[in-house]
């Protein structure tokens, strides 16, 4: 007889391993599924996330940002460092070790709240009806490890497959020369000269990490302006940091034509929107990464085996409470509607987890922060003002620049500003956006802010300690009311 659950969660990534934790805290006989493998064949719980985005990417992001902190900034603290190496294989062990303890810590974290984990492909079979009662239904899923097969069944379903790297037909991805996510993660030199197809988080990130350990990097965007999804006057500052102090050169409104590989060279011939005749150029690089967004990973599933409706764009089609069309079954993360972001797929899937135990669940994505790892970073959450200007709504805007913040300046971090939007007649903050140091840290404020529909003047109603980074947060908002003290 085949093992039976109350629910089983398909994948291990944070969408997928914080529900099937929250669902065994509320009590219910829960299961993980998960097809992961690290790079020496084993099963590595986290998903993307935790495996190959969001925590080795930060790791090794760490590691170039302290590098080239002590060879360009450290000298204005009176600390000169001779000899400067660096030594990319130590980099990348030291991520590797990050990585491989805390995917372990999600094993540990099973085991501790009594999560069955199971290896292998997940797919959909078909329901059955419970003989112990006929108003309920079991579903069917086969979990497929190599040569091994085994039917399980359970009477609640979540989704968590997340997405894959979006791939270029003209450009395909061997990891050792033209390369996504993993593979540009996993470099054991730094290229000479490193070109990257996309110019988003990913694209941004990867790029800085390996231009700070000496990398001539060009970074190719088709959309015609830069950070689209970004308020627009934090993507222009953030343009110009980028190439005028990091040394990225960044070019918009490209259209490629081809890439080529040869013996010693990647060659991208491509049109640029800026010159109007329509010029062939061509870009030579050692290496290539390919950043042009993620797609949801629901291939293989059996979703036509159980009639699971999938949009034109391949994500699963569910609600606000994350249902989809079928009875029971949920879909969380990056393959549903909203943003690919980890957070918000773990918000999802403990609101799924509490729904299906009876509670209230809840996840308000109009409150997702985002941010982008670069430096300065970059971070947000609400509407930008060209969203609020589209809509036809009426705003408040007060601004503070982290060059007048004495913590910033201790810090000799003094790029970028906070700006904060408020509803012109209720005072209600709408969005704030940030590019500053540690504003990834800062952003959360303004997140609760919004959850508890705060106005900007109870943000300047509230003391901030002095000196620090938070006051920039503070005096944008006394701005809104044009009463900013320290400008």
């Known amino acids: 007889m085949s093992q039976s659950f109350d629910v089983a969660v398909i994948g291990a990534g944070p969408g997928g ?8 805290q509320l009590g219910l006989n829960t299961v993980c599924i998960d097809e992961w493998k690290n790079p020496q064949g084993k099963p590595s719980l986290g998903g993307t996330c935790l495996n190959v985005g969001c925590i080795p990417s930060k790791a090794l992001l760490e590691s170039s940002e302290n590098y080239e902190r002590a060879a360009r900034k450290f000298s204005a603290h009176g600390i000169t460092v001779e000899g400067l190496s660096m030594s990319v294989p130590v980099m990348i062990s030291r991520k590797d070790k990050i990585v491989s303890n805390f995917t372990g810590g999600v094993a540990m974290l099973f085991k501790k709240n009594k999560v069955t984990s199971m290896h292998g492909r997940a ?3 078909e329901s059955k009806k419970n003989e112990n009662d006929e108003n309920s239904i079991f579903w069917r899923i086969e979990v497929k490890d190599g040569d091994k097969a085994e039917t399980i069944q359970a009477k609640h379903i979540i989704i968590a497959t997340g997405s894959t790297p979006r791939t270029l037909s003209f450009a395909p991805v061997d990891n050792k020369r033209i390369l996504d996510n993993t593979g540009a993660l996993a470099l054991t030199e730094v290229p000479q000269r490193l070109g990257v197809i996309g110019g988003g988080v990913i694209g941004l990130e990867m790029g800085s990490l390996w231009r700070r350990l000496g990398a001539d990097v060009t970074i190719l965007e088709a959309l015609p302006q830069f950070l689209m999804a970004a308020d627009e006057q934090v993507a222009k500052e953030a343009r110009k940091i980028f190439t005028r102090e990091s040394g990225l050169v960044i070019r918009t409104g490209i259209q490629i034509s081809s890439i080529r590989t040869s013996e010693g060279n990647i060659t991208v011939e491509y049109t640029d929107a800026a010159d109007a005749e329509g010029n062939l150029q061509k870009l030579e690089v050692d290496k290539l990464i390919v950043a042009v967004g993620r797609v949801p990973n629901t291939a293989g599933l059996g979703a036509e085996n159980v009639g699971l409706k999938l949009d034109d764009r391949g994500y ?6 994350c249902r989809t069309n079928l009875p029971n079954i949920y879909a969380v993360g990056d393959v549903v509607r909203g943003p690919m972001l980890a957070h918000k797929a773990s918000e999802e899937g403990v609101a799924v ?8 669940g809840h996840a308000n994505l109009d409150a997702i922060p985002w941010v982008i790892y670069t430096s300065p970073e970059i971070a947000w959450v609400g509407k930008t003002e060209q969203e609020l200007k589209a809509a036809g709504i009426q705003y408040k805007s007060g601004q503070f620049p982290f ?6 300046r201790a810090l000799g971090e003094t790029g970028g500003f906070v700006k904060m939007l408020a509803d012109a007649d209720t005072d209600r903050i709408l969005g704030v956006h940030m590019i500053g140091p540690y504003v990834s840290e800062m952003i959360a404020e303004a997140v609760v802010a919004m959850e508890f529909s705060a106005t900007s003047e109870d943000i300047a109603r509230i003391v901030h300690a002095h000196p620090s980074l938070s006051e920039v947060l503070h005096e944008a908002a006394l701005g809104v009311d044009k009463r900013a003290i320290h400008i």
């Open 353 to 360: 987890a509490e729904s299906i135990a009876g509670q209230a």
């Open 17 to 24: 391993y914080v529900a099937a934790i929250r669902c065994a």
């Open 123 to 125: 797919m959909l079979l």
């Open 403 to 408: 060059m007048a913040n004495g913590r910033a």
């Open 316 to 321: 699963i089609e569910v609600d606000a409470s």
